[in-house]
């Protein structure tokens, strides 16, 4: 038998391992080797969705149901190595949403924690806890768990936007709640850019304690973001193999925007031939300007704005590009950290 194997059955042992099933009962030593790997070992597979297949898609879906009759007019993107689970990876939901001019995605709330990266809005808002704002392509907005929220496009034109839940997460621990609100929007009782005033300006109001794991901002503006980046494209701080590699905080104490999702944005610049990297944290990626490739083991991806492609764990990952190149990311890694499991390796091995 090796290391990693298991031992060897006999007639006697398969008659042992017989009897105890009925009792619901197994020998540890007849599985160990399938449940404690030597290194992580899933079903995720690496996989890219054309952004524009995806959307042609979303406009067909809007032909046959409103937002409201579907509650959330949503294709999930769902991991072709994962089939029947409705996961973009183990532990996370991906799934790309649509409302079409007037339209409103009604009030809910879950104790699933959700993300929105916008990809197309020139007139969506979210409101979330009574707190209203506009969407615009490539702002990254938070829904927190049990938070009441609704969607609405006042525009003349659809809007659409990548959803990141922790669904699986949520559903692995038998904590899933959620209900309606009775109402398709909730009452606004917050001014617009209120959050972003009060907690995003390097301040935080006197006397303020933490009441929740998930960061007071709600809506962090790609503008806001794409200039840090840019500033410090003139800085020396390059990673070989994330390029310019920035993650969301919670400004009240400096951790990950949310409890369960880590969030990131990156500039790979013009050229860049990066290292191999590989981390245990399965992450899914989103083009948002330029365009690259990225070598996820065996498998070339090839992306543009909009694009979406999933690294399993554990998977190495090399990126390329021809022209400046911004990516967004989501992926467990919080989770990882918080539990002394996350793991990650530069260079070839």
Not at 311 to 323: A, K, M, N, Q, Y
């Given at each position: 038998?090796?290391?990693?194997?298991?031992?060897?059955?006999?007639?006697?042992?398969?008659?042992?391992?017989?009897?105890?099933?009925?009792?619901?009962?197994?020998?540890?030593?007849?599985?160990?080797?399938?449940i404690i790997t030597?290194?992580?070992?899933?079903?995720?597979?690496?996989?890219?969705?054309?952004?524009?297949?995806?959307?042609?898609?979303?406009?067909?879906?809007?032909?046959?149901?409103?937002?409201?009759?579907?509650?959330?007019?949503?294709?999930?993107?769902?991991?072709?190595?994962?089939?029947?689970?409705?996961?973009?990876?183990?532990?996370?939901?991906?799934?790309?949403?649509?409302?079409?001019?007037?339209?409103?995605?009604?009030?809910?709330?879950?104790?699933?924690?959700?993300?929105?990266?916008?990809?197309?809005?020139?007139?969506?808002?979210?409101?979330?806890?009574?707190?209203?704002?506009?969407?615009?392509?490539?702002?990254?907005?938070?829904?927190?768990?049990?938070?009441?929220?609704?969607?609405?496009?006042?525009?003349?034109?659809?809007?659409?936007?990548?959803?990141?839940?922790?669904?699986?997460?949520?559903?692995?621990?038998?904590?899933?709640?959620?209900?309606?609100?009775?109402?398709?929007?909730?009452?606004?009782?917050?001014?617009?850019?209120?959050?972003?005033?009060?907690?995003?300006?390097?301040?935080?109001?006197?006397?303020?304690?933490?009441?929740?794991?998930?960061?007071?901002?709600?809506?962090?503006?790609?503008?806001?973001?794409?200039?840090?980046?840019?500033?410090?494209?003139?800085?020396?701080?390059?990673?070989?193999?994330?390029?310019?590699?920035?993650?969301?905080?919670?400004?009240?104490?400096?951790?990950?925007?949310?409890?369960?999702?880590?969030?990131?944005?990156?500039?790979?610049?013009?050229?860049?031939?990066?290292?191999?990297?590989?981390?245990?944290?399965?992450?899914?990626?989103?083009?948002?300007?330029?365009?690259?490739?990225?070598?996820?083991?065996?498998?070339?991806?090839?992306?543009?704005?909009?694009?979406?492609?999933?690294?399993?764990?554990w998977h190495e990952?090399?990126?390329?590009?021809?022209?400046?190149?911004?990516?967004?990311?989501?992926?467990?890694?919080?989770?990882?950290?918080k539990l002394g499991?996350?793991?990650?390796?530069?260079?070839?091995?």
């Amino acid at each position: 038998m090796s290391p990693t194997g298991k031992p060897d059955d006999t007639p006697a042992r398969k008659a042992f391992y017989d009897a105890i099933e009925p009792e619901s009962m197994r020998a540890l030593w007849s599985v160990m080797s399938g449940i404690i790997t030597p290194e992580p070992k899933s079903d995720c597979l690496a996989f890219k969705w054309s952004y524009d297949s995806v959307r042609s898609r979303l406009l067909e879906a809007a032909d046959l149901i409103t937002a409201k009759e579907a509650e959330r007019r949503v294709l999930i993107l769902e991991n072709p190595g994962l089939k029947g689970t409705s996961k973009v990876t183990t532990s996370l939901y991906a799934g790309i949403q649509c409302v079409m001019p007037g339209e409103v995605a009604p009030a809910h709330r879950h104790t699933q924690s959700a993300l929105r990266f916008v990809l197309e809005s020139a007139g969506g808002f979210t409101a979330v806890g009574g707190e209203k704002t506009e969407m615009a392509f490539g702002d990254f907005v938070i829904t927190p768990n049990w938070e009441w929220h609704d969607h609405g496009n006042s525009s003349d034109a659809p809007i659409f936007w990548l959803d990141g839940l922790d669904i699986p997460v949520v559903q692995f621990l038998d904590a899933s709640f959620a209900e309606g609100l009775g109402e398709d929007q909730q009452q606004i009782t917050t001014p617009i850019g209120d959050s972003i005033a009060r907690y995003g300006a390097n301040m935080l109001p006197l006397g303020y304690e933490k009441a929740a794991p998930t960061s007071p901002i709600f809506n962090y503006p790609y503008a806001r973001s794409r200039e840090a980046l840019e500033v410090m494209r003139r800085s020396d701080g390059w990673d070989p193999a994330h390029g310019l590699k920035m993650r969301y905080i919670n400004p009240v104490d400096g951790g990950w925007a949310m409890p369960t999702i880590g969030t990131c944005l990156q500039l790979l610049p013009k050229g860049f031939d990066g290292a191999p990297y590989k981390s245990t944290d399965a992450t899914v990626y989103v083009g948002v300007e330029g365009s690259g490739r990225a070598y996820i083991r065996d498998l070339r991806v090839d992306w543009e704005p909009r694009d979406v492609f999933v690294v399993p764990s554990w998977h190495e990952l090399r990126f390329e590009t021809d022209e400046d190149a911004v990516l967004f990311s989501y992926s467990d890694r919080p989770i990882q950290e918080k539990l002394g499991l996350f793991r990650d390796h530069r260079g070839n091995q």
